[in-house]
């Protein structure tokens, strides 16, 4: 069931180490569910409660501790041993007297770690302010480290088996692209299209079958498409109006992100000019991809680009892209905008997402991207352009 | 746009203020999607980032304030005067140097608030621990409270109007049972029925279309009935396996959940009977189900009929339910189970969940149910029982 080899694991587990005793920490209390996934394969939607990975710098295998009823899920879902899985009795679930962290301490009291450097997740969604005051109650002693994007910054480089499972995500993810073109027109409700977007995302192809993304399609029409999270409604689309279509594949967690915009109708002069600037300076970023570049770099070709045309972008115009649960499909690590030095090594994968928004119209055409031994693949594998439905066109 | 009169706002704010006072806050932070969205009508896919709604008690409206990008969306979706829309710098998004706390402590210390006491929801998904502690250095002079839960506890009992939502959630629901009941069988995957399922979900019914429930469509099967969070994957059912599916109808962000077992082919005696004494504890919940009496009595209940037959569950059988975000739909309020000594009032709504899981198999039967004024109304609507597709009997 496992989607990676015991060994990749392990391997993984030893760059935590690694950093670990780099930042000096003896324990590493992990409750980002794709960093909980990354080292140990757990994949269940039991996020919505305190669980938790705990690495050790002396110990082999991590221990999982999570609600009982998820204890099963840890059995089927990671490669760690039985007596490494341990729950939190019910009581402490939604109580206002009791708290998972309260138990989890003794756990790490009785394993002789209560005074010891311990790494916390102090940025990750699943860690609560509540949940950091009740451990630093239960243990006065322990000296507490921000190990915040610790291990998403391990997840950066791909292995070529997450690599397989990205290549699979942008499949599917051109699939769910073609229906969404195909499924908006005029008089058809947004639910609808949305409707059909999620079943092939799910559904995936005959070889290999789709996970649920960890952003749900995001659909803005018309005015909206000047704010990029809007999720649909029940409207009707009319006839001469913009859609921005933002989804991503998934497949064993792993996200291959993709955007285009679609007029329906014959586009206004400023969407169509902003659409092949935003494309040029799209395709003179991906040119600027190779190992040794920096994110930095790579933004500046983008904006090389843009203000040629007198536009400017406050926004980065992408990001480190791999595993994720909702809400986010971001790794929060390397983003490509000024000031990111991180320097580009083959397998890593990027979001290229070039928005631009305006205030009463947006654009975004965007690429997910791998970092290869000499410059760029681009993983996902849809026309570069803006999709114009003109029925008029059509009937002539 | 808005889902509720301004004035069905304003009653929810007035609610709130008067909490605010008797736990002695002057600002509320909310940081909650689902509470924010209960107060402003906001509603877009961007708490994956630092967002924020503040509740003055001496202020008419609250500020929104978030992400550029989302200020746009809040314009849209809330009922809230474009001056109270405030956006910290794009520079601040996932940066290692730059918090967006940083900048929202600043606009508290320009409305003179810095020193004074602010509510926190301290156990929100949303507001993380690094952002507390961003909070407490910014305004060394703040009284800080925890605020947990005190817009949840306004949820707890709907309007009519809300009702009304869940009622359509309800329908949507059933829709989507139904299609899963009808597309599980043997050699089709379970990624196609999770596909079939969101398509349902999504699209709704001709008058009226879903929204993207908080949770996914959770299937469950075989051995792996043992544990209710393990979502699909590739597997192709096989003939004479147990099927968990436990999905909600959401409409308006409002959910109306439902969980039912399947029996492909003819089912073990302990699923069959582990089902007939669930089903009679949940009637005899739902029977006890009235104004007046708590949620406590209502799990004794439950807890007297399965335990007639010896069988002991340490989950709660429900909680309240509403609007939700993902990762989670219940309102982590009031729970039926014993020592919850809420008193049930008219128009409180909860999702009826009696899984009972052991170490090989499970069976989860459930139903939303809203509190009315002499007793209990079941808004979900599909039949109450072990669903059993034999294909032999079919066949003969």
């Not at 221990?63 to 939190?88: C, F, H, Q």
């Not at 070039?354 to 594998?381: A, K, N, Q």
Request: with cysteine; net charge negative; proline share 4%.
């Amino acid at each position: 069931m496992n989607s990676f080899t015991v060994e990749e694991y392990h391997a993984r587990i030893t760059q935590t180490k690694l950093r670990m005793q780099e930042q000096g920490m003896d324990v590493l209390l992990i409750t980002d569910p794709a960093n909980m996934n990354y080292l140990s394969g757990y994949d269940g939607w039991s996020f919505y409660v305190d669980q938790m990975l705990m690495i050790f710098t002396d110990r082999v295998q991590p221990i999982w501790i999570g609600r009982k009823m998820d204890a099963n899920a840890a059995k089927v879902t990671t490669w760690l041993n039985e007596e490494n899985i341990l729950y939190y009795p019910e009581d402490h679930i939604h109580s206002q007297e009791k708290h998972p962290m309260d138990f989890i301490a003794r756990v790490l009291q009785d394993i002789g770690v209560a005074s010891r450097r311990i790494g916390l997740e102090m940025a990750s969604y699943y860690f609560s302010a509540l949940a950091y005051e009740k451990l630093k109650v239960n243990l006065p002693n322990a000296k507490f480290i921000n190990a915040s994007l610790l291990v998403n910054k391990v997840r950066i480089i791909k292995s070529d088996q997450e690599i397989e499972y990205i290549r699979r995500a942008a499949i599917i993810a051109g699939i769910g692209m073609n229906t969404a073109i195909a499924s908006i027109q005029e008089g058809v409700r947004e639910c609808d299209v949305a409707a059909n977007i999620f079943r092939d995302l799910v559904s995936g192809t005959e070889s290999f079958g789709g996970d649920y993304p960890s952003i749900v399609p995001l659909l803005p029409a018309g005015k909206n498409t000047s704010t990029p999270h809007l999720t649909w409604t029940d409207r009707q689309y009319t006839n001469d109006e913009v859609v921005i279509i933002e989804l991503a594949g998934c497949h064993r967690r792993y996200h291959a992100p993709m955007a285009r915009t679609l007029s329906l109708g014959r586009p206004s002069e400023e969407v169509l000019e902003t659409s092949k600037i935003l494309v040029e300076g799209l395709n003179v970023a991906i040119e600027a991809v190779k190992p040794g570049a920096t994110c930095e770099e790579v933004e500046m070709a983008w904006r090389s680009v843009i203000s040629k045309y007198g536009i400017e972008k406050d926004s980065r115009m992408g990001y480190s892209v791999g595993i994720g649960y909702p809400p986010d499909w971001g790794e929060h690590t390397a983003s490509i905008r000024s000031g990111d030095l991180t320097i580009l090594q083959p397998n890593m994968t990027f979001h290229m997402i070039p928005g631009l928004w305006f205030d009463d119209f947006g654009v975004e055409i965007s690429e997910t991207i791998r970092v290869t031994e000499s410059g760029c693949e681009v993983l996902t594998d849809f026309q570069r352009e803006l999709i114009i439905k003109d029925q008029i066109e059509i009937a002539m």
